[in-house]
Structure formats: structure tokens, C-alpha cells
């Protein structure tokens, strides 16, 4: 079975563009997530959805960040304009049924801002 | 609201040896489940075991089990027969519900096999 997919693995871009993470759940998953992880901060939740609806964005840092999830096998998580302080490793994770169940990671992708 | 506390920043065991991970916890919440992740050095986030906290019995994996304390907020992971390939961090998560969903970390213990 394929896992959760991100794209791209690695990302290097200048200060002030636009970077776009994107994310394919496991089919079948009904709710995803996207995690920041630094060394700082550690891992923290961004924001979720479920049923492709957007349910707990208090995590996203700015209104720089914004995440859609335009149907049940995509998502993206947008920052525009970046910022260095934003260079961190970005998980997406999916998950079937309720809380109870465990979520299963992508490979993350390492956003570098120079 | 939750909290995950891992207070070892770093473990060191010999090989084939058994270790014992600590992670302490802290919810408002009567129903909440509990996981342990692995992340190797490859980046990748492994699931290593969970806990669904109304169950009084210790979960358990091949070499992996934990140790859930309801009362004191623990949940403690022990590997057994340590391997070459159990090096890598390890965080502790909780995930409460409460009209909330996400997992929470802690900050996680960096597991070192000395061969």
C-alpha cells in the first residue's frame, strides 16, 4: 500500500517567494494534518481537516500560511511570502476513523529559506 | 488543553540490552490515547506502539511495550533486546480529543545503541 506522499522532499528557495507544499493521503483516510517540526519548537500541529474541510487552523503561524485540501486526495500548504524563520521540516499525516486511530507520516519535506 | 514531557534528551544502551524511555503527560481530558513514534535519521516518522488510555492493560510489540501509569501521567516505552536499528529519536504523543484533534509531542529522546 502507498503511504502519505509529499512533494517536494527538499526545498530551497530566496526570501519572499512563494512555496508550495503539497500532500496525497492514503486513499481511504478521512482526516489529515499538517506538523512543523524545528529544532526550537519541536513538532507542532499547523492545522487539520477532515472530510477535506479545514477544522483547526489556530496552529498556522501567520496569514502568511494557508493550507486547502480541495478533495480527498490532495492537499497543499502555501506560505507567501517565506520568511528564513519558516525553514523547517514540514509533515503531512493521514488518518482513518476517529482520534483512537494513529496517524501515519510522510517522508516530510526540509523547507530551507535563505 | 495537553502537554507531553519527555525529560531525556539522550539515552545510551549496549546492545541487546534493555532500555526504558520516559514520557509523562497532562489532559483535562477522561479519554485519550497515547503513541509512541520513531524517527530515524531518515526523517521518517514510524509508529512504535499506542496506548488507548481506558485500557488498563500495557500495550505491547514484539520487543517494545510500555509501561501506562493512569494515575501518575506516564507512559514509558521499554525496548528489549536493543538493536543496531533502534538508534534514532523517539517522542511521545498524546492526542485528547475534547473538540480538539491533533497529537501533541513531546520533545523527544534521542536513543543511542552502543554496539
Known amino acids: 500500500d502507498a503511504g502519505v506522499i509529499q512533494s517536494p522532499r527538499h526545498e530551497v528557495t530566496e526570501m519572499g517567494q512563494e512555496v508550495t507544499l503539497r500532500c496525497k493521503p492514503i486513499?481511504?483516510?478521512?482526516?489529515l494534518f499538517w506538523y512543523r517540526q524545528t529544532m526550537m519548537r519541536g513538532l507542532e500541529l499547523l492545522i487539520y481537516?477532515?472530510?477535506?474541510?479545514?477544522?483547526?487552523d489556530s496552529g498556522m503561524p501567520e496569514d502568511r500560511f494557508s493550507a486547502k485540501m480541495p478533495n480527498a486526495s490532495f492537499s497543499t500548504l502555501k506560505i507567501q511570502p517565506s520568511e528564513p524563520r519558516d525553514s523547517a521540516v514540514y509533515f503531512c499525516a493521514s488518518r482513518v476513523g476517529t482520534l483512537r486511530q494513529p496517524q501515519h507520516f510522510g517522508d516530510g519535506t526540509r523547507l530551507s529559506i535563505l | 488543553a495537553q502537554t507531553v514531557t519527555q525529560s531525556q534528551p539522550e539515552m545510551s544502551v549496549q546492545e541487546a540490552e534493555t532500555v526504558t524511555l520516559s514520557c509523562t503527560y497532562d489532559t483535562s481530558e477522561s479519554d485519550y490515547y497515547l503513541f509512541w513514534y520513531k524517527q530515524p535519521p531518515s526523517r521518517q516518522m514510524i509508529l512504535v506502539i499506542r496506548q488507548e488510555a481506558y485500557k488498563q492493560q500495557n500495550a505491547t510489540e514484539n520487543r517494545f511495550s510500555v509501561n501506562f501509569q493512569k494515575a501518575a501521567k506516564s507512559f514509558s516505552l521499554k525496548i528489549s533486546d536493543s538493536q543496531l536499528g533502534d538508534a534514532a529519536m523517539y517522542f511521545c504523543?498524546?492526542?485528547?480529543?475534547?473538540?480538539?484533534?491533533?497529537?501533541?509531542f513531546g520533545k523527544g529522546t534521542h536513543l543511542i545503541i552502543q554496539p
Open positions: 481537516f477532515n472530510n477535506n474541510v479545514p477544522i483547526d
Open positions: 504523543a498524546a492526542n485528547s480529543g475534547g473538540g480538539a484533534d491533533g497529537l501533541t
Open positions: 486513499s481511504g483516510h478521512n482526516s
